[in-house]
């Protein structure tokens, strides 16, 4: 099973966030959800996601914040893994295919009397 975007705003809901009462109704929502997978669970939760209505030279995306649901001390039950893969660089590795860029000379060039 695979519950999609297990963030604050989504879950909980933004709507659902105005009394106990409905905060408590996200939070067993989502604990139906997670007892219900029978062999694998996967939750969610994107880096940054998409919105509507930012500003005109922003990048249109917001980090987002682990559900209040999930805390911190409940981490160590959970496997963390990235999508697609991410292999760490080594200091100085280069990523293949990557432009080679000499940023001194470009900076000397911008400043450089013509």
Not at 12 to 40: F, I, K, N, Q
Request: with cysteine.
């Amino acid at each position: 099973m695979h519950v999609l975007s297990v963030v604050d705003g989504c879950i909980p809901s933004d709507l659902g966030t105005g009394s106990t009462h409905e905060l408590e109704e996200e939070r067993r929502l989502l604990y139906v959800a997670m007892t219900r997978a029978r062999d694998e669970l996967h939750l969610m939760v994107p880096q940054r996601f998409y919105v509507h209505g930012q500003s005109q030279f922003g990048d249109k995306h917001v980090y987002a914040q682990r559900s209040r649901f999930i805390p911190r001390d409940m981490l160590g039950h959970f496997e963390d893994i990235m999508w697609p893969a991410v292999k760490p660089l080594a200091m100085g590795e280069i990523t293949p295919g990557a432009p080679r860029i000499d940023v001194g000379a470009a900076m000397r060039g911008m400043w450089a009397a013509k």
